[in-house]
């Protein structure tokens, strides 16, 4: 069973960037998951950021942050990250990588197919 943990988070001005790291304890490889990023503001729902599918490299992109994070994985298939860049004041939340094995795409961008969560990791973005 592979656990998440994040990294990377912090403060940061708008219009700054930021990279968020979700890496596979043990060195276990995400070969065969889903991983996706999730974000959840006081206050609001968790609402879904972006995910990749290593089969077949598929992403999917919340509308509110696309052009603007880009989620990849490295060669290895232990990490995933998040680039942020252009942040924005409404980007400020805790985010939590997911993952899931044998996720179908029409699946990858609600957060009740995954089934590992990591612990969050804040990003707060100032004016």
């Known amino acids: 069973q592979v656990q998440l943990v994040e990294s990377g988070g912090g403060l940061v001005q708008a219009g700054g960037s930021l990279t968020l790291s979700c890496a596979a304890s043990?060195?276990?490889?995400?070969?065969?998951?889903?991983v996706g990023w999730f974000r959840q503001a006081p206050g609001k729902e968790r609402e879904f950021v972006a995910a990749?599918?290593?089969?077949?490299?598929?992403?999917r992109y919340a509308d509110s942050v696309k052009g603007r994070f880009t989620i990849s994985g490295d060669s290895a298939k232990t990490t995933v990250y998040l680039g942020m860049n252009a942040l924005k004041l409404e980007d400020t939340a805790v985010y939590y990588c997911a993952a899931a094995k044998g996720m179908i795409l029409s699946s990858m961008t609600q957060h009740i197919h995954y089934s590992h969560w990591g612990q969050g990791t804040q990003v707060t973005v100032s004016s």
């Open positions: 043990s060195g276990r490889s995400f070969s065969g998951y889903a």
């Open positions: 990749i599918r290593w089969s077949g490299g598929t992403t």
